[in-house]
C-alpha cells in the first residue's frame, strides 16, 4: 500500500492518512490482528475523541469556557433546578460552542470499521452528537445528547434548534415549555443525575459480549462508564486502550496506544486494510 494513502467514508470525505511505518510485532498490528480474530467489536469513548474537532472537556477545570466556573457547580442538576438562568448562561455558551463542529478522522475511522463488520457498536460518553453526524449506526449516548431538551414536567419534547430559537427569545435567555412554561432541560446527563438505566443496559450487554473492547480518548475514571471495560474482562474479552495519558485500567489493557487519537485511529483503520 502506498504510503499517505486516504480512507473514505461515503458521504464523510476523504481522510488522509500520515506514513506510519509499523512492524508486525508493533501494538498496533496485534490491535489489528485481535479485531480481525473477533466475532464482536465495541468501542467506547470519551472526551478525547472529540478533541480533535475543536471540543475541550469541559469536565477539566480551567480548559475552555467559564474559566472560572467549576463545571460539576453549575452544569448540575441542582443548579438547573435552582438557578436555570445561570444554568442556561453556561448551557447557550456550550451549545454555541458544539454548533457547527464536525467530526475527525478518529470518528471516520470507527464508522468505516463498522460498514466492514469489523465493529458492532459504539458507546459514547460524549453529548456532542459527533459520533451520529460522522454515521456510526449502532450508537449508545450513555450521558444522553445535546439532540434535544424537554420538559421535567410534562416530558415535551423539542430539537436542539427549536431551544436555541426559545432561548434566544427569552428575556433570562431560558428556554421554557410551550405548554407548561416550565424551562426546558437538555437531554444529557448532568452531574447529579443517574444514567438512563435503558442506555446503561445496552452498554453492559455490548461490554459483555465484546471479545474486544476499544477504550478511546476516556480516561476511565468517571463511573459507572468507567466500570464497563471490567465486564469485557471478566467475560474473557480484550481490553484495548487508545487514550494519552494513564488510567486505572491499564493492568488489564492487552494492548495500549498513547499517540494522537486521530492518527491512532488512522493507522488502525489503514491496518485493517480500510484504507
Ligand atoms: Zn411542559
Known amino acids: 500500500m502506498p504510503a499517505g494513502g486516504s480512507l473514505s467514508v461515503a458521504g464523510a470525505g476523504s481522510i488522509p492518512t500520515p506514513a506510519l511505518a509499523e512492524t508486525a510485532d508493533s501494538p498496533l498490528a496485534r490491535l489489528a490482528e485481535l479485531i480481525r480474530e473477533a466475532g464482536s467489536v465495541v468501542a467506547l469513548t470519551g472526551a478525547g475523541i472529540s478533541v480533535p474537532s475543536g471540543i475541550p472537556d469541559f469536565r477539566s477545570p480551567g480548559t475552555g469556557l467559564w474559566r472560572h466556573v467549576n463545571p460539576m457547580e453549575v452544569a448540575h442538576i441542582d443548579a438547573f433546578r435552582s438557578d436555570p438562568e445561570r444554568f442556561w448562561g453556561f448551557y447557550g455558551e456550550r451549545f454555541a460552542m458544539l454548533d457547527g463542529?464536525?467530526?475527525?478522522?478518529?470518528?471516520?475511522?470507527?464508522?468505516?470499521?463498522?460498514?466492514?463488520?469489523?465493529?458492532?457498536?459504539?458507546?459514547t460518553?460524549?453529548?456532542?452528537?459527533?459520533?451520529?453526524?460522522?454515521?456510526?449506526?449502532?450508537?449508545?449516548?450513555?450521558?444522553?445528547?445535546?439532540?434535544?431538551?424537554?420538559c421535567q414536567s410534562c416530558s415535551?419534547?423539542?430539537?436542539?434548534?427549536?431551544?436555541?430559537?426559545?432561548a434566544a427569545d427569552a428575556r433570562d435567555g431560558v428556554p421554557r415549555c410551550a405548554s407548561c412554561g416550565e424551562p426546558l432541560k437538555p437531554d444529557v446527563v448532568l452531574f447529579g443525575e443517574l444514567l438512563p438505566e435503558q442506555a446503561l443496559g445496552r452498554a453492559r450487554e455490548l461490554c459483555?459480549?465484546?471479545?474486544?473492547?476499544?477504550c478511546i480518548g476516556?480516561?476511565?475514571e468517571v463511573h459507572p462508564v468507567a466500570g464497563l471495560p471490567l465486564l469485557t474482562h471478566q467475560a474473557g474479552g480484550t481490553v484495548a486502550i487508545i487514550t494519552q495519558g494513564p488510567t486505572p485500567l491499564d493492568e488489564i489493557a492487552a494492548v495500549r496506544l498513547e499517540g494522537d487519537v486521530e492518527d491512532e485511529l488512522r493507522a488502525l483503520a489503514r491496518a485493517l486494510s480500510l484504507s
Not at 460518553?125 to 424537554?150: F, P, Y
Not at 459483555?208 to 476499544?214: G, N, P, R, S, Y
Open 101 to 123: 463542529t464536525r467530526p475527525n478522522d478518529a470518528h471516520r475511522a470507527l464508522v468505516a470499521m463498522e460498514r466492514h463488520e469489523q465493529l458492532d457498536g459504539v458507546i
Open 125 to 150: 460518553q460524549n453529548v456532542d452528537m459527533l459520533h451520529r453526524k460522522a454515521g456510526t449506526r449502532e450508537l449508545v449516548e450513555v450521558h444522553g445528547s445535546i439532540a434535544t431538551c424537554s
Open 156 to 166: 415535551a419534547s423539542v430539537s436542539l434548534e427549536q431551544a436555541r430559537a426559545l
Open 208 to 214: 459483555e459480549a465484546a471479545q474486544v473492547l476499544l
Open 218 to 220: 476516556s480516561s476511565l
